[in-house]
């Protein structure tokens, strides 16, 4: 069955620094979104893309943060210069269709990141 | 307006018993509403999701019941058992999913 999946699946940095983190969407899906977790708390919602754009950002989601899909597979997310709130467990999904028709977003496992 | 509440924040049942996570949200421009099952250090997964134009869907155990009017939905787990054990978590949805806390739930042996 096809998955989405994120490298690398532990991340820790340093305050300051830039990070990548890196996802495969399930490969005929064209939408493709970035959620975050807070250890312990909800699910929430940074970004979504679609046709090389952002469709929609959300508060977060500030200058610090860029996405890319840099080829045929990959989405990225980059975090320019992390801070110790950066510290989570960060999400990509990917959907075949929109979320005005149907909106099944497929999760991958997961990347943590640490800031210290 | 772009909140889900959900509650309670933790359930315990015993094993064969039936689970139930209410969902209440204010926004009727939602028109997607999915429930997803997330085990410790793993990613959300897609449960079962409805549509508003349905009151209730059934897959397996796990039923959605959703009142429109009341802005209202809950997953029911029939016949709980411990491999259920898991956090659950609402969500609506427009473009992107807005999830609501999340329910931790025990099915004891």
Not at chain 1, 36 to 61: A, C, D, H, M, T
């Amino acid at each position: 069955e096809p998955e989405v999946t994120q490298t690398p699946s532990h991340q820790v940095t340093q305050m300051g620094q830039e990070v990548i983190l890196r996802c495969v969407p399930i490969s005929n899906h064209l939408y493709f979104y970035w959620y975050r977790q807070i250890l312990g708390q909800k699910v929430e919602f940074l970004v979504s893309f679609y046709n090389n754009e952002i469709s929609e950002k959300s508060e977060i989601f500030d200058d610090q943060f860029s996405v890319e899909r840099p080829d045929g597979s990959n989405f990225t997310l980059k975090i320019r210069s992390t801070k110790l709130e950066d510290s989570a467990m960060y999400f990509c999904a990917s959907s075949e269709y929109s979320g005005r028709i149907y909106n099944e977003q497929f999760f991958g496992p997961g990347t943590r990141l640490t800031v210290l | 307006q772009q909140q889900v509440k959900q509650s309670p924040q933790s359930l315990i049942v015993q094993k064969g018993g039936i689970s139930i996570i209410n969902c209440a949200y204010e926004n009727t421009a939602f028109d997607y509403f999915p429930w997803y099952q997330q085990f410790p250090g793993k990613g959300p997964a897609l449960l079962i999701a409805i549509r508003p134009d349905v009151s209730e869907k059934k897959e397996g155990r796990f039923t959605i019941s959703f009142n429109k009017s009341a802005k209202q939905f809950s997953l029911h787990i029939m016949d709980s058992q411990p491999g259920d054990s898991a956090t659950y978590f609402c969500a609506a949805s427009m473009e992107k999913l807005v999830f609501g806390k999340g329910t931790k739930l025990t099915v004891n042996p």
